[in-house]
């Protein structure tokens, strides 16, 4: 079970208070499938993945980018519970999307890395720190129902 | 280059802090800052070498099988909390072509510094 410390907490909800759910989303996203091409063997169906410019300006990446990150808002809502937050998830993950979760953790990473680019000296080694527990937290969460 | 990283990684990742028990790790630590100095200048020894890799890190690589043996998964760490530290600092300079080639950068750093483990 993952414990986050008041500090942690104020933290995390600091930082994503200031969000754009959806341009961060996408961002994310999309430099998942650049950094990580192996991570495109997911989008198949996505449409034109052959550059960094279109992976990032495509719109169903974007799309689902704002998807994916939305629902890392439900984390930041429930810090004490993520792994009964995302238990339906992690079962859709497994049994139908059939996801290696090393790839919630390429994408947390990501995302932190995206979250230093926004806030630069705002994303205190505290800061990251924090982060860093969350989506560490979030990607056992949704690997912990697999099977 | 500011070497942030290291005490960041420690607070990240505290697990990393096991292979530094002897130094002093509070906040301002010299051995740290002279230590991250040491990395910085390997690191930027890699950067001059980029066609020859293997050959220019074959020294270091020893050092860290026979002598450090630091767990390979220490060096995903220490590359991901570089990668925030640049972002940081550079966040004009990192865009993903540049989050791409930095990544795949350390990461076969990484594995050559790994490379004589067994």
């Known amino acids: 079970m993952v414990h986050f410390t008041a500090e942690e907490k104020a933290a995390i909800t600091n930082v994503w208070g200031k969000v754009n759910v959806e341009e961060t989303g996408g961002e994310a996203l999309g430099r998942l499938l650049v950094v990580y091409p192996w991570t ?74 995206v979250l230093a680019i926004h806030f630069g000296k705002e994303f205190t080694p505290e800061v990251h720190a924090a982060w860093q527990k969350l989506v560490t937290g979030v990607a056992s969460a949704l690997a912990h129902k697999y099977h | 280059m500011c070497m942030a990283p290291k005490p ?19 906040s301002g630590s010299r051995q740290v800052q002279a230590h991250g100095k040491k990395l910085a200048d390997a690191l930027t020894l890699a950067v001059s070498h980029l066609d020859d890799l293997p050959a220019a890190l074959s020294s270091l690589s020893d050092l860290h099988a026979h002598k450090l043996k630091v767990d390979p998964i220490n ?41 004589k483990y067994r």
């Open chain 1, 40 to 113: 495109q063997r997911f989008f198949d169906s996505f449409g034109n993945l052959s550059s960094a410019s279109a992976i990032l300006g495509n719109p169903k990446i974007k799309a689902h980018g704002k998807k994916v990150l939305t629902s890392l808002g439900e984390a930041v809502k429930n810090l004490d519970n993520l792994k009964a937050t995302f238990s339906k998830l992690s079962e859709l993950h497994c049994d139908k999307l059939h996801v290696d979760p090393e790839n919630f953790r390429l994408l947390g990473n990501v995302l932190v890395v």
């Open chain 2, 75 to 115: 060096f995903k760490y220490l590359s991901h909390c570089l990668l925030v530290t640049l972002a940081r600092h550079h966040p004009g300079n990192m865009n993903p072509e540049v989050h791409a080639s930095l990544d795949k950068f350390l990461s076969y750093v990484s594995n050559i510094l790994t490379s």
């Open chain 2, 8 to 26: 960041w990684t420690f607070l990240s990742f505290p697990e990393t802090k096991t292979y530094f028990a002897h130094f002093d790790l509070s």
